[in-house]
């Protein structure tokens, strides 16, 4: 079984009642919280090796280090083979950081998207846009309903329900 199976099987358990998967979750924030941090620190170094040597150099079990690697893997400048992954799989985690800024505010991730690390990175001014783009990129809208006595947008000059809306 590849070793994002086996996260998934623990992360998203249905043996575990509620009270112990949140456990769980909190206690997985916090370890990712400390891994961006020190990714952020250094943003333009590549961090690369295998899934256990990454484990490893963040103090973290290999499983944990398979979760942190399924969400960081869309942000990612070439994503990583997570699927099929084992401890020996050589992996990357060189990020775009405007895909990873953007993707921490997709998931409502604050305590990710509001670490100080991002100063160092961009402006004030750059996060607001980033933020604000993401957001808007989520947003559906509709367009105004044409209504039957208002002019044709065909640019007829005749009303809607006599032009283009006759069939509608």
Known sequence: ???LEKWHEI????KMDQMALQKFWNNYFL???RIYEQLLANPDEEVKGTVKELAEKYGVEVLTMA???DGINE???EENPIETMEEDTVVS???D??????NMVDAKAEWLYGLPQWNEIFTEEKQKELYKEQKNSTTIRKPKKIGRNDPCPCGSGKKYKHCCGKNA
Do not use: C, D, N, P
Not at 11 to 14: E, G, M, Q, T, V
Not at 97 to 102: T, V
């Open 67 to 69: 979760g942190f690697l």
């Open 93 to 95: 985690l060189a990020f």
């Open 31 to 33: 370890i990712e919280k």
């Open 97 to 102: 950081k405007e895909k990873l800024y953007k």
């Open 75 to 77: 942000s990612l400048k």
């Open 1 to 3: 079984m590849a070793l």
């Open 11 to 14: 992360a998203y358990s249905k």
